[in-house]
T-cell receptor, first 113, second 116 residues
């Protein structure tokens, strides 16, 4: 079955700390990978996406993610977090031309000022 | 340029009542997707519709849930005879006809349904 696993449910960091959120997917075919962010009370916003090519993808607000096919992983990173990064982060994938996304359970990031 | 509009933002229903959740897609988008987020879980796909047509309802519970997207007006997710387990956040996304997760997929802010 298709699934996404996000290892950390809640991460607490101080400002300027580095961030890495883990994401592993389970699917045997071609995937498109996504990270979404949800700020409190707001809609999900796309941070970055990977379809093909360079496995290191840069997104908005200084975030990046690396696709490692052999590990079925797509971890999200940011070298220095800010208080405004406090939000919930979701990893997701779609397979081939499918219209639906399969989401992980999310990681709540709290950045302390 | 309004995004995907969902209303109401919060909805409280007593057990056994009906819940109607509305989703107005972005301008130019004719495809709508509904997802449900149960507490402590990720979003789960429910149904994908285009105007007057259900394309994929593989994620819809077999009973009490239905969805429509009429020629005019918003898409409606309807839950009959709600139970406590229906309490969740319901998100809608829309895309243009040629779009999908890879292009143009835009989410609304969700409707939080609480069944008491």
């Amino acid at each position: 079955a298709q699934s996404v696993s996000q290892h950390n449910h809640h991460v607490i960091l101080s400002e300027a700390a580095s961030l890495e959120l883990g994401c592993n997917y389970s699917y045997g075919g071609t995937v498109n990978l996504f990270w979404y962010v949800q700020y409190p009370g707001q809609h999900l916003q796309l941070l970055l996406k990977y379809f093909s090519g360079d496995p290191l993808v840069k997104g908005i607000k200084g975030f990046e993610a690396e696709f490692i096919k052999s590990k079925f992983s797509f971890n999200l990173r940011k070298p220095s977090v800010q208080w405004s990064d406090t939000a919930e982060y979701f990893c997701a994938f779609s397979s081939g031309s499918a219209r639906q996304l399969t989401f992980g359970s999310g990681t709540q990031l709290t950045v302390l000022p | 340029n309004a995004g995907v509009m969902q209303n109401p933002r919060h909805l409280v229903r007593r057990r056994g009542q009906e819940a109607r959740l509305r989703c107005s897609p972005m301008k130019g988008h004719s495809h709508v997707y509904w997802y449900r987020q149960l507490p402590e879980e990720g979003l789960k796909f429910m149904v994908y519709l285009q105007k007057e047509n259900i394309i994929d309802e593989s994620g819809m519970p077999k009973e009490r849930f239905s969805a429509e997207f009429p020629k005019e007006g918003p898409s409606i997710l309807r839950i009959q005879q709600v139970v406590r387990g229906d309490s969740a956040a319901y998100f809608c996304a829309s895309s243009p006809p040629e779009g999908g997760p890879n292009y143009g997929y835009t989410f609304g802010s969700g409707t939080r349904l609480t069944v008491v």
